[in-house]
């Protein structure tokens, strides 16, 4: 197959996948890749392929297929080629929750600088690492990653990635309760969906809808959380789309627990828990887990709530996923509490709050713990972040978590 064949079936392969015929267009692709002599066409191939099998959630042949397009690239001997595909494994690793291979990754992408297409790349590149960071709970870096990414966005006007880093950027100030910017970002990643997302992809709205959905729920607005939710599942099943509807199942459930409808919300769980166990989220599979445990709990069946607990933790620290400890710290905390085992109670506590300082989770104003109650939040240009009234009240010429951190540099 000749260099014009090739494009000709890349571009039908497109085609027929912007029309909803993914194995269509999968096939397509294949028969490129195993016919074409072009090492050009077959790294856009690849490209291709690595796509479709991230928006499927086949995240295993994503690598794969991310693992052969540097080989490619390396038989092309030319570095933007070299850096987009170690972007392409950097995504895969972060899909399969492999954090710290995504942050290795998205340095070596970082470190290929002067090609052409690094420039372009480099907030997708934050944007990884920055999904990467807030996977493994180490919100200061995610926070300078997601600023960077947005910064880059900015300075290409490029909408898509600003829509992306948006809805990451509510993502993390949901999970540091800020319920405030956890809404503000996925309805800001809305508004340009509206704007400038004509020819998008429908993802992009499905998206933002589903953020929004989460932030509402926590909010305690369930009808307009309901409303987001079903929007964002219905795009997500037009498109095959697995990993939101993974989502948006958990996020279902949780609008029923929020209810106290534990009978309706199990059944969501069970089936978010099957996708996420289909396609590899090891840190939704945590999520689920948290949900089924506090369902457990409403039910007061505790023991049951342990169980759930057990599993959650063996994945959050698999993943090294400090957050997900914590919450599961404090849940076993209140059973232990309730049951009177006084000597489990206290073990969980002190390893509740090992957690709170190794993630820096506390205002360096006044003290208090982050993230244990909906807060309003300020960062610094340093990406520390505090409480707003905190530094509406006291100012700050410098950072005092930097300044503590000079004094004591083993610290983290």
């Known amino acids: 197959m000749g260099q014009d064949q090739t494009k000709q079936q890349i571009e039908k392969g497109l085609h027929l996948y912007q029309s909803n015929q993914t194995e269509k267009a999968l096939r397509v692709w294949m028969r490129v890749l ?36 540097i080989d490619t690239a390396r038989e092309l001997e030319d570095p933007d080629y070299l850096t987009e595909s ?40 934050s944007l990884s690492m920055g999904n990467a960071f807030l996977g493994l709970s180490i919100f200061q870096k995610a926070l300078e990653c ?21 809805c990451s950027l509510g993502n993390f100030y ?11 970002f996925p309805c800001k990643a809305a508004e340009l969906v509206n704007d400038y997302g004509k020819g998008w992809s429908l993802k992009y709205r499905a998206m933002s809808q589903y953020h929004m959905a989460v932030a509402y729920r926590q909010l305690g607005r369930l009808a307009d959380a309901m409303d987001c939710c079903e929007e964002s599942m219905k795009i997500a099943l037009q498109h095959g789309d697995r990993p939101l509807q993974a989502l948006c199942l958990l996020c279902f459930a949780d609008i029923h627990r929020s209810r106290k409808d534990v009978q309706t919300a199990f059944p969501r769980y069970d089936s978010s828990m099957s996708i996420m166990t289909e396609i590899g989220n090891r ?42 400890l914590l919450k599961l710290h404090c849940l076993c905390e209140r059973i232990y509490r309730t049951k009177g085992q006084q000597r489990e109670l206290r073990d969980h506590v002190v390893k509740f709050h090992e957690c709170v300082e190794e993630m820096e989770l506390y205002c360096g ?31 700050t010429r410098s950072c005092p978590n930097c300044r503590r951190l000079s004094v004591k540099p083993g610290y983290v």
């Open 86 to 125: 170690y972007l392409n494994l950097a995504r895969s690793n972060e899909k399969l929750c492999e954090f710290q291979k995504t942050i290795s990754y998205c340095k070596t992408c970082l470190n290929m600088q002067g090609t052409t297409v690094s420039l372009q790349l480099n907030g997708q590149v």
């Open 146 to 166: 997601f600023e960077k990414a947005l910064r880059y966005a900015h300075n290409n006007d490029d909408k898509m990635l600003e829509c992306r880093v948006c």
């Open 283 to 324: 840190l939704g599979l945590t999520q689920v887990l948290l949900g089924v445990t506090k369902c457990w709990m409403i039910q007061k069946e505790l023991d049951k709530a342990l169980e759930s607990i057990e599993k959650a933790q063996e994945l959050a620290e698999g993943l090294g996923n400090k957050l997900g």
């Open 174 to 184: 949901a999970q540091i309760k800020d319920y405030e910017k956890a809404l503000f």
């Open 365 to 395: 104003m006044c003290g208090e713990s982050i993230g244990e109650k909906n807060n309003q939040l300020q960062a610094l240009p340093c990406s520390h972040f505090f409480h707003l009234k905190c530094l509406q009240t006291n100012g």
């Open 34 to 69: 195993e016919k074409s002599a072009d090492p050009a066409g077959r790294f856009r191939v690849l490209g291709c392929l690595i796509t479709a099998h991230a928006e499927m959630g086949r995240y295993k042949d994503m690598l794969k297929f991310a693992v052969v397009q």
